[in-house]
């Protein structure tokens, strides 16, 4: 009986043992921030089943052949951490003590613990890749196997190496402004743990760089990329896809080729390539960006024309039509002055459509000049030729005053051909398309020559014809009409000059000139003459006249003689003499 009594005594203490223990507190991290001496410390608290803690106290020394010092006392029991500065940058080791134990006597001791500033082992990156899907970055890494590794940060490797973010993961998407398309792009990764200690950059990976040149004459399409960096490369395998299809290995070079060159057979499709770098060693790897091309097919012209060569002027105007949608590079026009032979003009970079040109070289008042072009398309090939363009050039006679005929050369290289002529009249050598031309005939798209018998009137210098030739109409191939005119010629005759006999000062008539038409007054003059051969007046100003005064005074009454010299405006000298009678 008594032996029972002691067991259930015995039971009954463990009992009580058992909810007086507390749990040691235990030391989890000691980080110094030294930029500014200040510690981070934190721990798991104790438990405390009796509430038997009135205080607990930090311990601390800044080498370990010192004592440890007292650092501070703390009531809040509830804290983890504590936050102070220390006085130096030292080494420093902490315990904590709480007191007092639920047997209102002991004190409880934390283990030990030194600051932290031992950074994480060094990460290395495995790989940078550009994402197939969205041509992005990918980088990815193996975890750190240091034991307090809190996360990673992703470097963008230039002059300054910027952070371009922190992650806890082992990969990362780069889905920022850098572009690999655009060109090599180099990363580095460091590994922080949770006092911020840093590692080592990694060795620096740049993504591969790929560009494609389509040669449309060879029918190639040429790669070109930059080699990967990071770890050595044992080659690289080449991968297209055409049109929506799907990717597949088409090649392979050793590590120190960076270039493969792709023939295909047909125009018209879409060929995208990748490379893919491969690690010696190992079955890491690592892509480039897509490189895409379009094999459109070489499409010739067809029916490129001169819409018309037309004289304006002292030059000639021209109009070209190239077919639009077509492979057309360039044309070269060809210019041939009279009956000479062709030779190359000018070459003109195009893809279609209308040019209008000028061609200021040229005589159009004693020449014609003839065009055509050809068109060009890639790999210098030659497409089609435009019809010959050739200017009109008109010739006027006079037979007799109010008798002129007229010749040209037939305007027929229209594309739709001519459908008529007109016979154009002006009085100016300066009159353009835009003019107020008198059409004075339409005549038939054969017709050569025409017989005019248009006169002069009494203030008209000169008689201008131009001939102008009219293009059929508009057809659904053909949706333009055009017109060609030829240089202007103008006739002028002999001058035709009058003398008046008398002048009456103070009457009606009461200056003295000649009139006349086909005058060049710039070149003429006149002189009077008293009855004893003095001249009393002389001009070259026929147009001004003789007042019958002589040194500002009128003269007497009398008979006075004149002689001129009359130049007409086709370049004829007259001579004139006469007697003028002076009545007042």
């Given at each position: ?209 790929l560009q494609s040149v389509y040669n449309q ?224 005939s339409t005549i038939s798209n054969s017709t050569q020559s025409y017989q005019d ?132």
């Open positions: 009986m008594k032996f029972k009594h002691v067991i259930l005594l015995l039971i009954g203490l463990q009992v009580l043992d058992s909810f007086g223990i507390e749990t040691r507190p235990k030391m989890r991290r000691a980080c110094l921030n030294r930029s500014d001496s200040t510690l981070d410390l934190l721990w798991n608290r104790p438990t405390d089943n009796c509430g038997s803690f009135t205080h607990f106290n930090l311990y601390g020394r800044d080498n370990n052949l010192s004592l440890y010092e007292f650092l501070g006392t703390y009531t809040n029991f509830s804290t983890t951490n504590i936050s102070l500065k220390l006085r130096n940058l030292k080494t420093w080791e902490f315990y904590l003590v709480y007191h007092k134990a639920c047997n209102g006597t002991d004190s409880i001791y934390s283990d030990t613990i030194k600051i932290d500033n031992q950074a994480p082992f060094n990460s290395e990156l495995d790989s940078v890749s550009v994402d197939l899907s969205t041509q992005k970055t990918i980088l990815g890494w193996s975890n750190n196997l240091s034991p307090d590794v809190k996360g990673y940060y992703v470097y963008y490797i230039t002059g300054t190496n910027s952070i371009i973010t922190t992650t806890s993961n082992n990969s990362y998407l780069d889905a920022g402004t850098r572009d690999p398309r655009n060109g090599p792009i180099q990363y580095g990764i460091a590994a922080f743990d949770t006092c911020n200690n840093t590692s080592l950059i990694s060795v620096p990976h740049t993504t591969i760089h004459c060879n029918k190639t399409i040429s790669l070109q990329w930059t080699p990967y960096i990071g770890w050595p490369v044992d080659g690289y395998d080449i991968f297209l896809r055409i049109n929506a299809g799907n990717y597949a290995k088409i090649g392979s070079v050793i590590a120190n080729i960076n270039q493969f060159t792709y023939n295909f057979n047909n125009f018209g499709s879409t060929y995208c390539f990748y490379v893919r770098a491969k690690k010696q060693a190992s079955t890491i790897s690592s892509s480039s960006n897509i490189s895409c091309q379009s094999t459109n097919g070489i499409i010739s012209t067809k029916g490129s024309y001169i819409a018309k060569a037309s004289v304006q002027l002292s030059e000639v105007e021209l109009s070209l039509v190239i077919p639009n949608g077509t492979s057309v590079q360039k044309i070269n026009i060809y210019k041939s002055e009279g009956n000479s032979p062709f030779a190359l003009w000018q070459s003109i970079n195009t893809t279609g459509g209308t040019i209008d040109l000028k061609d200021p070289a040229v005589n159009v008042q004693s020449r014609t000049y003839s065009y055509f072009f050809t068109t060009e398309g890639p790999c210098n090939l030659l497409f089609d030729s435009s019809q010959l363009a050739k200017t009109i050039l008109l010739d006027v006679v006079m037979v007799n005053p109010g008798d002129q005929l007229l010749n040209w050369n037939l305007y027929d290289r229209f594309i739709k051909l001519t459908e008529n002529q007109q016979v154009l009249l002006s009085n100016s050598p300066t009159f353009t398309k835009s003019s107020p031309w008198n059409i004075i018998n248009t006169t002069a009137g009494p203030n008209q210098e000169q008689i201008c014809y131009c001939i102008r030739a009219i293009e059929n109409n508009p057809d659904i191939t053909y949706t333009r009409k055009d017109t060609s005119y030829s240089n202007i010629q103008c006739i002028t005759s002999d001058p035709i000059v009058y003398f008046p006999n008398a002048i009456q000062l103070n009457g009606f008539n009461t200056v003295f000139y000649p009139k006349g038409v086909f005058i060049d007054y710039t070149k003429s003059n006149f002189f009077i003459y008293d009855r004893w051969g003095q001249i009393i007046y002389e001009t070259t100003d026929i147009q001004k006249g003789w007042d019958g005064s002589n040194n500002g005074e009128l003269v007497q009454s009398d008979v006075y003689a004149y002689k001129a010299t009359i130049t007409g405006l086709n370049g004829k000298v007259l001579y004139f003499d006469g007697t003028i009678t002076v009545l007042k």
